[in-house]
């Protein structure tokens, strides 16, 4: 693959992954400001102007990709708009939320400790508050608005990057936080938009992606997955058997190893298996001469 093509498949996928975190990080401070719980140090995740929170992240990321780009689609262009609008909305409401916590009066305008002069002061402090609390409120109505249509967008971006190459593996290891976002019919939804047969699909896919990076473990249970689903599916079935030999091998378990390479080298499949013909006859080579120097010993 092009380096520069694999440069933006990832930064595709952090998007998205950042995407994730501002929704999900959003419904955690609504849930305690309706619990009446919300401090300023539980917001800085969410948002910030030094570059720590993740809706900053977001902003930066967008504005990188699509703000000054030609090939950019208006589906990209306008998410930018809206993470751009959200972080505005975002800052004033952590600035609402600052004012409340920080300078909110200690003393209550009946205190004896006050002289006339404080009491009014205190008094025109409250009605800020009252103000600054009205205008928190009304910026977690507005920025609830935001979130949801950013969350619809965010599943027309996923669509918009079917072809990504990480995004099968992405979204099996995401489905909590997918689901959380979206509920479990409107993830399943997205899976069957996204691909044909969109469970066995999305597991087959994954697999193939651990396959690749040869994490040969994690591809054969997924790959033994995708068999329940299909037990005919010859090709999962090559995959299954190929994976485990390589599995035991590395587990130095020869003879189990030396098993299921012969029963992925029986299988008479064509297409795309055939690349992993060549691995497959050194894999059962070395295993013959690991188990005669075992029997040899």
Same mark, same amino acid.
């Given at each position: 693959?092009?380096?520069?093509?694999?440069?933006?498949?990832?930064?595709?996928?952090?998007?998205?992954?950042?995407?994730?975190?501002?929704?999900t990080k959003c419904m955690e401070c609504r849930t305690l400001f309706m619990?009446?719980?919300?401090?300023?140090?539980?917001?800085?995740?969410?948002?910030?102007?030094?570059?720590?929170?993740?809706?900053?992240?977001?902003?930066?990321?967008?504005?990188?990709?699509?703000?000054?780009?030609?090939?950019?689609?208006?589906?990209?262009?306008?998410?930018?708009?809206?993470?751009? =609008?959200?972080?505005?909305?975002?800052?004033?409401?952590?600035?609402?939320?600052?004012?409340?916590?920080?300078?909110?009066?200690?003393?209550?305008?009946?205190?004896?400790?006050?002289?006339?002069?404080?009491?009014?002061?205190?008094?025109?402090?409250?009605?800020?508050?009252?103000?600054?609390?009205?205008?928190?409120?009304?910026?977690?109505?507005?920025?609830?608005?935001?979130?949801?249509?950013?969350?619809?967008?965010?599943?027309?971006?996923?669509?918009?990057?079917?072809?990504?190459? !990480?995004?099968? /593996?992405?979204?099996?290891?995401?489905?909590?936080?997918?689901?959380?976002?979206?509920?479990?019919?409107?993830?399943?939804?997205?899976?069957?938009?996204?691909?044909?047969?969109?469970?066995?699909?999305?597991?087959? /896919?994954?697999?193939?992606? =651990?396959l690749e990076s040869e994490h040969y473990g994690i591809a054969r249970k997924?790959?033994?997955?995708?068999?329940?689903?299909?037990?005919?599916?010859?090709?999962?079935?090559?995959?299954?058997?190929?994976?485990?030999?390589?599995?035991?091998?590395?587990?130095?378990?020869?003879?189990?190893?030396?098993e299921f390479a012969y029963k992925a080298h029986g299988l008479k499949i064509?297409?795309?298996?055939?690349?992993?013909?060549?691995?497959?006859?050194? !894999?059962?080579?070395?295993?013959?001469?690991?188990?005669?120097?075992?029997?040899?010993?």
């Open positions: 693959m092009h380096p520069k093509r694999t440069n933006i498949d990832k930064k595709q996928i952090d998007l998205i992954k950042e995407s994730i975190c501002v929704v619990q009446g719980t919300l401090c300023f140090a539980s917001i800085e995740d969410f948002v910030d102007d030094r570059g720590k929170s993740c809706l900053f992240r977001l902003k930066e990321m967008c504005h990188e990709l699509f703000r000054n780009s030609d090939q950019a689609s208006y589906r990209e262009k306008l998410y930018d708009i809206t993470v751009g =609008y959200i972080f505005h909305e975002a800052m004033k409401l952590r600035e609402n939320l600052y004012q409340l916590e920080y300078y909110r009066p200690k003393h209550d305008v009946s205190s004896a400790e006050l002289t006339l002069k404080e009491k009014k002061i205190v008094q025109e402090i409250e009605i800020l508050i009252k103000k600054a609390e009205k205008r928190l409120r009304e910026g977690f109505k507005e920025i609830t608005i935001l979130i949801r249509e950013l969350a619809e967008q965010l599943k027309d971006l996923i669509k918009l990057y079917h072809t990504n190459y !990480l995004l099968p /593996r992405f979204i099996f290891e995401h489905q909590r936080s997918l689901i959380a976002i979206y509920g479990r019919k409107g993830f399943h939804e997205l899976l069957n938009e996204l691909y044909t047969n969109g469970t066995k699909a999305l597991i087959y /896919r994954t697999a193939k992606s =651990y997924l790959f033994q997955k995708a068999l329940r689903l299909d037990p005919n599916d010859l090709f999962a079935t090559f995959y299954y058997f190929y994976t485990t030999a390589f599995y035991f091998y590395y587990k130095s378990k020869f003879t189990k190893a030396i064509d297409g795309e298996v055939q690349v992993y013909g060549e691995s497959l006859k050194e !894999l059962i080579r070395d295993l013959s001469q690991e188990i005669r120097r075992k029997k040899e010993k």
